[in-house]
């Protein structure tokens, strides 16, 4: 990770289960290389997965092209519900999966999977590009999410009812991620008032209505004009400001897989090409920063995310409004195994 300037504090939002695995190869797969060893050798050269979609449009798309250029191999995404996607995998309909959310502990068929970050998103509060409220406190957006805050002027906005808009289904990656960033409960009823069956419905909603607000992800939104991104704590969300810990709502983009079975040829290269730094290059057009450039982002994180939600349970004091200012200390860095380069299989990504 570059070296930050004296005046950025590292800071992060949202939990990332532990321990943060730092190669996707070696972790998914060199466990079980012993084994599909002695496996019988898969025939075709494609493999079935499911994507949710923030992570679909983040990557899942793009890198499945490209990955049948260069690997003469298929992995065939469907779009599913976050939810739907994991469980098609714990079920063993299909292989894989790309979703925008960890495991959630309330959902024992979670637990059977291995969750492996790929790379870091920008959770975006996006509005129209009408709408002039330049910034909102994490306070602020707490309220409106509780049914607190209900008009844009109350936040500095215009004299209009605000109209909050989320994705019905249950445990969305979006959603989840940014509830379990405000209040520590990613399965948290809050205070919308129309709802999408996907962010990519959503963000169509969201670009006719001026007084609508709701979340979707930097690398689904950035290109699109028809939408604007709020600052959170007067911070815009950038590729730059998620590698610094500045832009305080992120969370990873997880490839899912279930431990206990071998994995298909398929798979494994598909996975190593999500490592290459060829992927990473494009990832980080995309405005993702790939998980092996982002390592005190990821060491720091959950410290972080603890004493957030702290700070966000404290009333305000004097002067300071509904926001959360105060820069978060930096964490010492818990200890985790460096990345480590994936083993070369004979025909590497």
């Known amino acids: 990770m570059p070296e930050r300037g004296a005046h950025v504090k590292v800071r992060a939002v949202f939990p990332v289960p532990s ?8 972790r998914v797969f060199r466990p079980l290389l012993l084994l599909a060893a002695c496996a019988p050798v898969h025939a075709q050269n494609i493999i079935e997965g499911r994507a949710d979609s923030i992570s679909l449009r983040a990557f899942g798309t793009e890198s499945s092209r490209l990955f049948q250029v260069s690997e003469q191999r298929r992995v065939r ?10 469980e098609a995998v714990a079920r063993g309909e299909v292989e894989i999966a790309l979703a925008a959310r960890g495991p959630h502990a309330l959902k024992p068929d ?25 910034s909102l406190s994490l306070r602020q957006i707490r309220d409106i999410y509780l049914g607190k805050i209900t008009r844009w002027d109350q936040v500095g906005g215009p004299p ?24 520590g409960a990613g399965h948290r009823p809050v205070a919308a008032t129309r709802w999408y069956l996907n962010t990519e419905q959503l963000e169509a909603a ?51 897989h279930r431990g206990d079975l071998i994995p298909s040829e398929v798979a494994m290269h598909y996975v190593r090409f999500l490592e290459s730094p060829a992927t990473a290059t494009w990832l980080k057009r995309r405005k993702l920063l790939p998980i092996r450039e982002a390592r005190l982002l990821t060491q720091t994180f959950a410290v972080r995310e603890q004493r957030l939600l702290e700070l966000l349970k404290k009333e305000p004091g004097p002067g300071d409004g509904a926001a959360v200012t105060t820069p978060l200390p930096e964490a010492t860095p818990a200890a985790v195994p460096a990345p480590a380069t994936a083993p070369s299989s004979g025909a590497g990504a």
């Open 206 to 256: 969201i670009a006719i209505d001026p007084s609508a607000i709701g979340v979707s992800a930097l690398s689904n939104t950035f290109a699109n004009k028809k939408l604007r991104a709020i600052r959170v704590e007067g911070v815009t969300p950038l590729l730059k400001t998620i590698r610094s810990g500045e832009y305080l709502l992120t969370t990873p983009l997880y490839f899912v």
């Open 160 to 183: 209009r009812a605000i109209n909050l808009y989320s994705v019905a289904g249950p445990l969305d990656g979006a959603e989840f991620s940014l509830r379990r960033a405000l209040f």
């Open 110 to 134: 979670e637990a059977v999977l291995d969750f492996y970050p790929v790379a870091w998103e920008a959770l975006t509060l996006i509005t129209h590009p009408g709408n002039p409220t330049p």
């Open 77 to 86: 995404l469907s779009a599913l519900s976050t939810v739907s996607a994991i």
């Open 19 to 26: 321990p943060m695995r730092s190669s996707l190869f070696l």
